[in-house]
Every structure is written in structure tokens, then in C-alpha cells.
């Protein structure tokens, strides 16, 4: 049998109390140590989902998706990502607990039926996701919700969750890392990475001003368009969401 992987202990230099998760990938070593795709989890892990479910289900949903930002930008093939955001609305619900606003659409049916117990039908593509917080200054300060006419244009079954949260475990693509490395003003995963990535998806113009179309163009394509590692500003992201299942811990696929 196969010797167990050993896990590499790293200590970055720049490594503080504040720095943010994405921060946190940007630095050399991490960098350095990330050779190939990837999983993040939360150190307060507590999932009902089982590991290997999880990764079947990406490996055949979001590795399998070709058009990761909805159009001909990225055309070289290269794999989504996936994530679990649950149901925070249960019976021993907690009280005061965070939440996400999150939205959603259905991904392309399959032509076979899932398996018995499969993650499959709970998969979704991300679309939108801002913490509720996050949301709450943006309806004070835009005295409402303001939705763009392109998410409703390309999506018109856009389906938008306001008790389901953030686990904080992905399963990424390696090419995440460079697109986090090109942009400095990317500082959390769930806030920004998963919110541009899902925005970009749908809004025209976006992805090139993150850089995504050179990050997925595939080795050896002429690139047109420059990479801007200078994402808009902060105003809350707009991003990627997908449809969780009701109980504690839903995969959704920010493709």
C-alpha cells in the first residue's frame, strides 16, 4: 500500500494576527509550497459531509466545466471550484449566528441519474455571495438592493438565499493561486476571492480587470488583454453562489 501523505508544517515570515486568508496564499511560501490543486478548511471544522463525496463531486461537476466565466474568455480547459455553504435555519438553530447572502443557479442536468446518497443534486452554480453584514451596508448606502441587468439577462432563474453560511471549505483549481497572487487587493477567500470569481462570471468586462482571462488562457495562447491585478474597489462583491442542501454542509460550485 501507499505511505500516507505527510503534512508540511510551514511558518511565513510575513505571517501575522491580521492577515487575511487570501493574504495568507499570497505569501512565498504558500506559494511555493502549492504545487497542485487544493483544499482549505476551516480550523473549527465540524461537517457531515464526507470527504470523498466532496471530492467525487467535484471531480465530476466542477473539473468537468468548460466555461468557467460564461463566455470565450479562458478558453484554455481548466477545472471550477466548489464549496459548501448550509443551512443555518434548523431546529437548534443558534441564536445570533452570521449568514451569507448568497445566489444561485442550476447547473446543466446530467444525462444519468445521480447515485442514491449522491452530492450531485445539491450542486449549484455560485453566482453572488456577500456576508449579510457586507449586505446591510450596501442596502443603507444604495438605499436599496441594486441588481445588475446582466446577472438577470444571463441568469433568469437566479435563486437568492439569505439563511445559509459560508463553511469556509473549498476544493480549488491550482490555478486560484495565480490569480491570487495577481491581485493584492484580494485579502479574504469567502469575502473576495469567492465573490469577484462569482461575479465575474456574468459581468461583462470584469474578468479581464481581474486578470481571470490570461489566468485561464491555456500555456502557449497569445494573450490580447493585460492582466490587471487591480480588482474594483471593495464595495462588496457581487459573486458566486451555489444551492446548499438543507442540512449542515451543501457543496456549491462557484465555477
Given at each position: 500500500s501507499l505511505p500516507y501523505p505527510r503534512p508540511n508544517l510551514l511558518a511565513p515570515k510575513d505571517l501575522d494576527n491580521n492577515t487575511g486568508t487570501a493574504e495568507l496564499l499570497r505569501l512565498p511560501e504558500l506559494q511555493e509550497a502549492v504545487k497542485s490543486d487544493f483544499l482549505v478548511l476551516p480550523c473549527d471544522l465540524v461537517c457531515e459531509l464526507s470527504a470523498d463525496k466532496l471530492l467525487q463531486a467535484w471531480m465530476v461537476r466542477s473539473a468537468s466545466l468548460d466555461d468557467l466565466l460564461g463566455g470565450d474568455a479562458g478558453q484554455g480547459r481548466r477545472s471550477g471550484g466548489l464549496g459548501v455553504w448550509y443551512e443555518t435555519r434548523t431546529p437548534t438553530r443558534i441564536k445570533g449566528e452570521e449568514t451569507d447572502f448568497v445566489a444561485n443557479v442550476p447547473l446543466p442536468p446530467s444525462a444519468d441519474l445521480p447515485a442514491k446518497g449522491s452530492l450531485f443534486p445539491h450542486i449549484s452554480k455560485l453566482v453572488y455571495s456577500i456576508p449579510t453584514d457586507s449586505l446591510k451596508d450596501l442596502l443603507e448606502d444604495k438605499k436599496g438592493f441594486p441588481i445588475r441587468h446582466a446577472l438577470i439577462r444571463q441568469h433568469p432563474r437566479v435563486r437568492m438565499l439569505t439563511t445559509h453560511r459560508d463553511a469556509h471549505l473549498y476544493i480549488f483549481p491550482h490555478?486560484?493561486?495565480?490569480?491570487?497572487?495577481?491581485?493584492?487587493?484580494?485579502?479574504?477567500?469567502?469575502?473576495?476571492?469567492?465573490?469577484?470569481?462569482?461575479?465575474?462570471?456574468?459581468?461583462?468586462?470584469?474578468?479581464?480587470?481581474?486578470?481571470?482571462?490570461?489566468?485561464?488562457?491555456?500555456?502557449?495562447?497569445?494573450?490580447?488583454?493585460?492582466?490587471?491585478?487591480?480588482?474594483?474597489?471593495?464595495?462588496?462583491?457581487?459573486?458566486?453562489?451555489?444551492?446548499?442542501?438543507?442540512?449542515?454542509?451543501?457543496?456549491?460550485?462557484?465555477?
Open positions: 490555478w486560484v493561486m495565480q490569480f491570487i497572487k495577481e491581485n493584492d487587493r484580494l485579502e479574504s477567500i469567502g469575502e473576495d476571492v469567492i465573490g469577484w470569481w462569482a461575479k465575474a462570471g456574468w459581468q461583462k468586462g470584469l474578468s479581464a480587470k481581474l486578470g481571470l482571462d490570461g489566468v485561464l488562457r491555456g500555456p502557449g495562447e497569445d494573450s490580447d488583454s493585460e492582466h490587471a491585478a487591480e480588482p474594483p474597489t471593495k464595495d462588496g462583491p457581487q459573486g458566486q453562489t451555489s444551492q446548499p442542501p438543507s442540512k449542515p454542509g451543501s457543496p456549491s460550485s462557484p465555477s
